[in-house]
């Protein structure tokens, strides 16, 4: 069985060691909160040294990891999690868990939650400014303070202005695609019409179309459909194409239709690029949406909120959106993901990563 590298686990120690030390010299002040951000420095510095050591210590380091989370589990809710999660990700970094299997998942989730700490105990000991780099925990403040005014930006860019400007884009991209299949002189007249479409400036188009179709999301909308047509429609062409000879000899053996080899052959082909397409068009649409935002918008959008409290200099406000929008998007990528694999399920790269879980 081959071993794993455990050099990210010890750089990232020995990270946490120099971060912790500094801080900990920063570090000033009676509060409740300034004396457990000293004592958790101190302990990341112990836990990074443990986590390090020759095996007789490593129970140690889960007993002391364990015991101390209990205890500032109470006093700050991060400082519990994030000392059990260095120990955690120590363990599985540097193979003190190697005899039981650890998800993917676990890992990310760990090295997520001990990266926010790292975030907070760096903000907070080196007295960062919250307009150059608000701390998390500020981030959860104005996040669960402005959750309905968020809920309000979030429906407006992404349950509006997203998804009607990518199912228009990327549907219309598709669909031109298959009529310029079925008539192939059509692909010396549209092709260069269509990829002028991917060079339009965004910054340049978004203020046309506020012109066009107002303030509201329709505008938007629009922008969304020109960034995500061109991407579809070439990769479905380049799937049209993807089909083996083999298989098409079979189809003209069984006599079939143009019809029938496109319904049966081309187009179950094509699926994995048009998959692909609307991968990529997902994370477009919404960047897309929330730049066209910033030229013209009513009184919602993430585009809109992130443009407006900037200027005001409400930095955790900001941040928010942008953690709202983020989350967003991922969770349209990992539907997409999902469905993608559902639906190709007999292509080899799906086939290959089953095989590997």
Request: with cysteine; net charge positive; charged share 10%.
């Amino acid at each position: 069985m081959m071993k794993k590298n455990p050099l990210p686990g010890t750089l990232l120690l020995v990270g946490a060691f120099i971060v912790a030390v500094l801080s900990l010299i920063q570090l000033s002040g009676d509060s409740a909160a300034s004396y457990a951000l000293r004592s958790h420095a101190l302990l990341l510095i112990v836990s990074s040294l443990l986590a390090c050591s020759q095996t007789a210590l490593r129970h140690v380091l889960f007993a002391v990891a364990l015991a101390v989370s209990a205890l500032w589990l109470a006093m700050l809710p991060f400082n519990g999690l994030s000392t059990l999660a260095l120990a955690l990700l120590a363990a599985v970094s540097v193979q003190r868990l190697a005899s039981a299997p650890v998800p993917p998942a676990a890992v990310a989730a760990l090295l997520g939650i001990w990266l926010l700490w790292f975030w907070q105990i760096l903000v907070t000991g080196f007295a960062v400014p919250q307009v150059i780099l608000p701390a998390p925990l500020d981030i959860l403040t104005a996040l669960v303070d402005g959750v309905s005014l968020l809920a309000g930006d979030l429906v407006q860019t992404v349950l509006k202005s997203v998804l009607a400007g990518y199912l228009l884009g990327c549907g219309a991209g598709i669909g031109v695609a298959l009529l310029i299949d079925r008539l192939p002189f059509l692909q010396r007249g549209l092709l260069p019409v269509a990829s002028l479409t991917s060079t339009v400036p965004l910054v340049g188009v978004a203020p046309i179309a506020v012109m066009w179709f107002g303030f509201d999301w329709p505008s938007k909308a629009a922008v969304v459909i020109l960034v995500t047509f061109f991407p579809a429609l070439v990769s479905t062409l380049a799937g049209l194409k993807a089909s083996g000879k083999l298989e098409q000899e079979l189809m003209y053996c069984y006599a079939a239709t143009p019809h029938q080899q496109l319904r049966m052959l081309r187009l179950p082909a094509a699926m994995p690029f048009i998959f692909s397409a609307l991968k990529v068009n997902a994370t477009l649409a919404l960047i897309t949406a929330i730049v066209a935002e910033y030229f013209g918008s009513p009184t919602a959008g993430l585009g809109f909120r992130i443009s407006t409290e900037s200027a005001r200099m409400h930095m955790p406000i900001v941040w928010s959106a942008i953690v709202v929008s983020s989350l967003a998007g991922s969770l349209i990528y990992t539907l997409l993901v999902r469905l993608d694999r559902r639906v190709n399920f007999w292509h080899p790269s799906i086939r290959g990563m089953a095989t590997e879980k």
